[in-house]
């Protein structure tokens, strides 16, 4: 019983492993997106993405930590994700993000 549970640490550890270096290799090509996408709504849709990416690669961790420590990490990004996401939509959409009326 204890060869079986050894072996699927080993196997969860490999997989995370491999699915961190994946989602870094993701990374790494979004930033060159973000940076030299051929309009703003590519480099809102990559930074999107990016954000995403962090939120898998926190947890991964968590998971090769075997902690539960890192989901409010993940909730966290998840909500500052969402705030960026409506104020750029917002930002490209009419070019401001607070309206202000001088009336």
């Not at 990416?53 to 420590?69: C, D, E, P, R």
């Not at 917002?90 to 309206?99: D, N, Q, R, T």
Request: glycine letters at 6%.
């Amino acid at each position: 019983m204890d060869e079986i549970l050894d072996v699927t640490q080993k196997l969860i550890e490999l997989s995370a492993t491999i699915s961190i270096v994946a989602v870094a290799i993701s990374i790494i090509m979004l930033l060159y997106r973000a940076t030299i996408g051929p309009t703003n709504p590519d480099r809102a849709v990559a930074l999107d993405i990016i954000g995403v990416n962090l939120m898998a690669i926190a947890g991964l961790i968590a998971i090769l930590l075997v902690t539960t420590k890192f989901n409010d990490v993940v909730l966290l990004i998840g909500i500052l994700l969402f705030i960026g996401t409506v104020g750029l939509a917002k930002f490209l959409e009419k070019g401001v993000i607070i309206e202000r009326d001088l009336d």
